[in-house]
């Protein structure tokens, strides 16, 4: 896909600030709506796009409007949601971030503590259940070591009760972005019911 010139008609094309989204050039100008790059096959590691240059001049032609509207989704990705009701427990907000490991997923989290709003995409979740357990693992081996032990004791019941919000806002997303109603956390209540939730949050995100 070639970057806007010049005298580019209006369209979708790369996002000249990165990342993996296209934004919309409304023939004169870079409009404020933007959606994942190649929403036909959207993935949660969708590849980024090569970064196109903002154009330096833009000349209109008469006959062509420069404020052409940037055309509304009916599925996929960044698709217009039909209206219902939004709130903490059920939002039609997208605000998936782009997460690439562990650290990512670090920040994202602890940047939306107590955010139930909105989604969560696979990689989100899992690098953050895979930092808690590695926190967890390394603390049961740290807890061998005398003197230390009792003080790493200390810590990881912090680091427990610290993170009970955000592993509760994570995972509320995380159903949300699979299809589920948040409701479906109190699974983890009834025997094999913690199972039967491990194998929603790991489907594939679903189109609103």
């Given at each position: ?5 010049s005298?580019?008609?209006?369209g979708w ?39 196109p ?21 009916t599925?996929?990705?960044?698709a ?17 971030p ?38 967890v ?7 061998l ?7 790493i ?30 409701a ?25």
């Amino acid at each position: 896909m070639s970057h806007p010139s010049s005298a580019a008609s209006a369209g979708w094309y790369p996002d000249p600030a990165g990342g993996p989204f296209e934004r919309w050039w409304n023939g004169a100008e870079w409009s404020g709506a933007s959606r994942p790059f190649g929403v036909a096959g959207a993935r949660d590691f969708a590849p980024a796009p090569v970064l196109p240059a903002v154009p330096a001049q833009v000349v209109i032609p008469a006959a062509v409007s420069p404020y052409a509207s940037a055309p509304v989704a009916t599925s996929g990705y960044g698709a217009a949601y039909s209206p219902r009701p939004v709130g903490v427990w059920r939002s039609p907000v997208d605000n998936r971030p782009w997460v690439r490991g562990m650290g990512d997923a670090i920040k994202v989290v602890f940047a939306k503590y107590a955010a139930f709003d909105g989604r969560a995409g696979r990689p989100e979740y899992w690098y953050w259940t895979l930092v808690n357990a590695i926190i967890v693992v390394g603390a049961l081996v740290a807890l061998l070591i005398p003197v230390v032990g009792i003080v790493i004791y200390l810590a990881l019941i912090v680091w427990a009760i610290g993170v009970i919000v955000p592993n509760l806002a994570v995972t509320v997303r995380r159903l949300r972005d699979g299809g589920f109603h948040w409701a479906w956390l109190f699974l983890s209540f009834v025997p094999l019911g913690s199972i039967a939730l491990i194998v929603m949050c790991a489907l594939p995100s679903k189109h609103p």
